[in-house]
Every structure is written in C-alpha cells, then in structure tokens.
T-cell receptor, first 107, second 117 residues
Framework: KNEVEQSPQNLTAQEGEFITINCSYSVGISALHWLQQHPGGGIVSLFMLSSGKKKHGRLIATINIQEKHSSLHITASHPRDSAVYICAVRFGNQFYFGTGTSLTVIP | KAGVTQTPRYLIKTRGQQVTLSCSPISGHRSVSWYQQTPGQGLQFLFEYFSETQRNKGNFPGRFSGRQFSNSRSEMNVSTLELGDSALYLC????????????????FGEGSRLTVL
C-alpha cells in the first residue's frame, strides 16, 4: 500500500510547455513537500505546504487538504527543469515519499 | 551560510562490516533527519533527531542507528552490512523548532553513496 501516489511517472515536454505533476496521499498530513532531484543525487526542497498555494518563480504548488491532493505546476518549462520531482508527506512521526516523476524538457 | 555537509561522499565496504556516516547541518538548525534512497525502494525515512533526541524512526532494522551531538551534528551507523544496504544516504536539516506537529523546510546534503560488496 502506497501512502503517496504520483503521476505521471515519466513526462517529456517541449521547452515552453506548461507542466503539471500530481500527488495524492491517503493519510492526514501535517505538511507536504515537493522536492527536486537532478542526476547525481542532490535534492532541493522546492515547496513545503500545509494549505493553499505557493509560487516561486515559474513554479507553483497547490494543495487541497480535503481531497488529499497536491499539484506542482511549471510554467514556461526549460531544459534546466529536467529532473525527478518527488512528493513527500509528513504524517505524525513518519515521512512518506512518492516514487517520483522524471521530467525531460526538450529544447 | 554553509549548506548541509555529509561525509564521506563515497565509500565501499564489504558484507559484515559496519559504517558510520556524518552530517553537519546548517548553522542554527536543530533538526536532522536521515533517508535511504535505492533504485528499487526510492526514498525511505530512517530517523529524525531534534536537540540530541531521536524523535521519529522509520521502518528499518536495529542495525541502523544514529545519534545527534550537542552541536547538532549527526551520525548514522549501519552494522553488519548487507548487500541490500547499498544506497545513497541523505541527510537533511530543518529549522523546525519543536513538537511533533511542527515542521519545517528540509535542506538536503549531497548524500553519502555506500556500496556494499
């Protein structure tokens, strides 16, 4: 049983396209994190959400607590956005991770 | 401000040996958490420390242990290494202040890549 489900698993987009990655979770959470991992391993935290919507540059993250669903949007995608995007939720004393969405943006 | 520093970055061990990994958090961060990442299982939560106390623990056997020092630096130890312990071990620090429900943004180190032969 996966507490966190992400979709799609793989995504290829043309530069400039609008991208959406979805995350659904099955537990009540205290926070949801969107993480970015480039080849080589390093992970960067993009957003931490407990409600509503956050925006940082071309990235937007939303969360609907009632529906247990979050989305990460990338506007005007760029090849440097190519990475794996991982959704993570904190439930009580545990962290649960999605399997990640591998994004490739083609010039 | 210096980021999260993990050492060593790469190491190779043989089955049955033990390993100790180190993590220095961002200055002022008192919360340190550890994660294992493998191609098969993805990212999994190991444990979390706050002010030298283990607050939370993931579903890993007792061979995996950790500690946090008074300067917030943390170490994790894996004893009696198995082939399946080969993984990228990531540490993250957080500015969270206290409590189970309180949470904070995670700042990750580059990881320690362990290969068990």
């Amino acid at each position: 049983k996966n507490e966190v489900e992400q979709s799609p698993q793989n995504l290829t987009a043309q530069e400039g396209e609008f991208i959406t990655i979805n995350c659904s979770y099955s537990v009540g959470i205290s926070a949801l994190h969107w993480l970015q991992q480039h080849p080589g391993g390093g992970i960067v935290s993009l957003f931490m959400l407990s409600s509503g919507k956050k925006k940082h540059g071309r990235l937007i993250a939303t969360i609907n607590i009632q529906e247990k669903h979050s989305s990460l949007h990338i506007t005007a995608s760029h090849p440097r956005d190519s990475a794996v995007y991982i959704c993570a939720v904190r439930f009580g004393n545990q962290f649960y991770f999605g399997t990640g969405t591998s994004l490739t943006v083609i010039p | 401000k210096a980021g999260v520093t993990q050492t060593p970055r790469y190491l190779i061990k043989t089955r049955g040996q033990q390993v100790t990994l180190s993590c220095s958090p961002i200055s002022g961060h008192r919360s340190v958490s550890w994660y294992q990442q493998t191609p098969g299982q993805g990212l999994q939560f190991l444990f979390e420390y706050f002010s030298e106390t283990q607050r939370n623990k993931g579903n890993f056997p007792g061979r995996f242990s950790g500690r946090q020092f008074s300067n917030s630096r943390s170490e994790m130890n894996v004893s009696t290494l198995e082939l399946g312990d080969s993984a990228l071990y990531l540490c993250a620090s957080s500015p969270r202040t206290s409590g189970v429900s309180d949470t904070g943004e995670l700042f990750f180190g580059e990881g320690s890549r362990l290969t068990v032969l």
